[in-house]
């Protein structure tokens, strides 16, 4: 599996398997570590989870029953605006517990929140000075809220990672953190799970040039999408449950699309969100609660 090397050197598989709304948002029982052991089966290492998803638990008994040695595998989990400030490090270690483990692979802001965000980026930095966490990084974060970051900072992002497919191509966003070795993480990247709402027809796993594209190389939408993102350098995370979806999107090998027909994919752009926009999630995201 290709890997992408983040700024401090730590080693991140490009391909990841996002676990948001795994049956329902916040479910976290047998079928959610079910689902999350098909993927162990079928090769994936990189889960992306996150406080507020409600399936931390979930996701610590797969790693349990896997048996897989634990340095083979990749876990991100994301502070919630609500454990934002002095709280972050006891919910880093909630997150650890919920996991059945001793350290992260990678631990984000989930949110910016700027009035909290020295305090949140203080108490993460502790955290990896003490090897409890090998990378940190940020998620859904606008330049501004970079740039303030790094007035304070004394540890680089290694990682953004924010609402991106074809329909939102947030170029100048992503040429930013490419500029500044802050990598892209690219989240919603098949036009968002059950949890937005969103119609298939609307998505751009439905869009005529992916449909076209998927025809010509006799691959899935999925894999078109997946593979723009992969050439271009940025880490992804689509969310299957489906054993034909979770195998489908982890065989990319054989995809190649050509300069023109990237392009063509970045030329979709609307700058249409399916998600909550940086702007105005602090309001939506304060009711809601992280489950224990
Ligand atoms: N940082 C943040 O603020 C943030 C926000 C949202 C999401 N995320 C992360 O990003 C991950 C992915 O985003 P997402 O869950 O919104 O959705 P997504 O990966 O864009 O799309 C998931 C949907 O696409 C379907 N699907 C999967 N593979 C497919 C394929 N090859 N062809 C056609 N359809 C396919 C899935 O169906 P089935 O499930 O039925 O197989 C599901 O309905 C999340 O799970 C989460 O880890 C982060």
Known sequence: MTTVTLNNGVEIPQLGFGTAAIGEWQQDDSYVTETLLK?????????????????????????????????E??????????????????????????LQLDYLDL????WPLPA??????????????EKKVRALGLSNFRESDIEQLATFANI???????????????????DYCQFHKIAVAVWSPLGSGSWSGVKKSEKPISDPLIVELAEKHGV????????WNIQQHRIVIPKAESLDNIRNNFLLADVHLSEEELQAIDGLNRDLRFGADPDTAQEINKNIPVPD
């Open 39 to 71: 993927g162990m089966s079928i090769g994936y290492r990189h889960f992306d989870t996150a406080s507020v998803y409600g399936n931390e638990r979930a996701l610590g008994r797969a790693i349990k029953e896997s048996g897989l040695p634990r340095q």
């Open 73 to 98: 595998l990749f876990i991100t989990s994301k502070v919630w605006d609500s454990e934002q400030g002095r709280d972050t490090r006891d919910a880093f270690e909630r997150s650890l517990e919920r």
């Open 107 to 110: 631990y984000l802001i989930h």
């Open 116 to 129: 909290y965000t020295r305090e949140t980026w203080e108490a993460m930095e502790n955290l990896y000075a």
């Open 156 to 174: 680089r992002p290694t990682c953004n990672q924010i609402e991106l497919h074809p329909y939102l191509t947030q170029k100048t966003l992503v």
């Open 220 to 227: 899935s939408v999925g894999q078109i999408i997946l593979k």
